[in-house]
T-cell receptor, first 115, second 109 residues
Framework: GAVVSQHPSWVICKSGTSVKIECRSL??????MFWYRQFPKQSLMLMAT?????????EQGVEKDKFLINHASLTLSTLTVTSAHPEDSSFYIC???????????FGPGTRLLVL | RKEVEQDPGPFNVPEGATVAFNCTYS??????FFWYRQDCRKEPKLLMS???SGNEDGRFTAQLNRASQYISLLIRDSKLSDSATYLC??????????FGGGTRLMVKP
């Protein structure tokens, strides 16, 4: 089946630093990637949708200048949390889908803790 | 009002019990529906799709009622390994997934 990886799986950083999270589709070409955030005991909330080679579309309430998304190739999308603060601590999960395919395949998630 | 609503639980049931989860959705334009399972600190994994005609996969049965915008999941003969959070998910025409808050199930010996 389709495999999506994320790196790193865990990151702890100081407040004010920037953190980059990578999402890779390992065995298929991901024309669209989605970034979700999940706070403890809450559901996944879609942050943004990115299509390869295009600017990401952000959901309402998500700051595009704070959460920079790059989807420069068909197998890699990155999410950079700029100037991270403790309230950005969360579980960040990406998913990917291929052209003409409806199923989204989820990555294992990245747990971010900002001190 | 949340677009997809679920009872958060937890549902505490003994092994072998039958348990049912419900979910309602507010966007009548939603096209497809799914149940996902999420274990603690892990990503959600697709459990099954949900159809109006019903969908059965082993001990799991899912049902969609479009008229009342209601989705259900029935788990028979619960196993300890069924303990997880079950997420009700709706997909719209733009292929965007909307997740419910999840229902936590704990199966005990």
């Amino acid at each position: 089946g389709a495999v999506v990886s994320q790196h790193p799986s865990w990151v702890i950083c100081k407040s004010g630093t920037s953190v980059k999270i990578e999402c890779r589709s390992l065995d298929f070409q991901a024309t669209t990637m989605f970034w979700y955030r999940q706070f403890p005991k809450q559901s996944l909330m879609l942050m943004a949708t990115s299509n390869e080679g295009s600017k990401a579309t952000y959901e309402q309430g998500v700051e595009k200048d704070k959460f920079l998304i790059n989807h420069a190739s068909l197998t890699l999308s990155t999410l950079t949390v700029t100037s991270a603060h403790p309230e950005d601590s969360s579980f960040y999960i990406c998913s990917a889908k291929g052209q003409g395919v409806e199923t989204q395949y989820f990555g294992p998630g990245t747990r971010l803790l900002v001190l | 009002r949340k677009e997809v609503e679920q009872d958060p639980g937890p549902f505490n049931v003994p092994e072998g019990a039958t348990v049912a989860f419900n979910c309602t959705y507010s966007n009548s334009a939603s096209q497809s529906f799914f149940w996902y399972r999420q274990d603690c600190r892990k990503e959600p994994k697709l459990l099954m799709s949900v159809y109006s005609s019903g969908n059965e996969d082993g001990r799991f049965t899912a049902q969609l009622n479009r008229a009342s915008q209601y989705i259900s999941l029935l788990i028979r003969d619960s196993k300890l390994s069924d303990s997880a959070t079950y997420l009700c998910v709706a997909r719209n025409a733009g292929n965007m997934l909307t997740f419910g808050g999840g229902t936590r199930l704990m199966v005990k010996p």
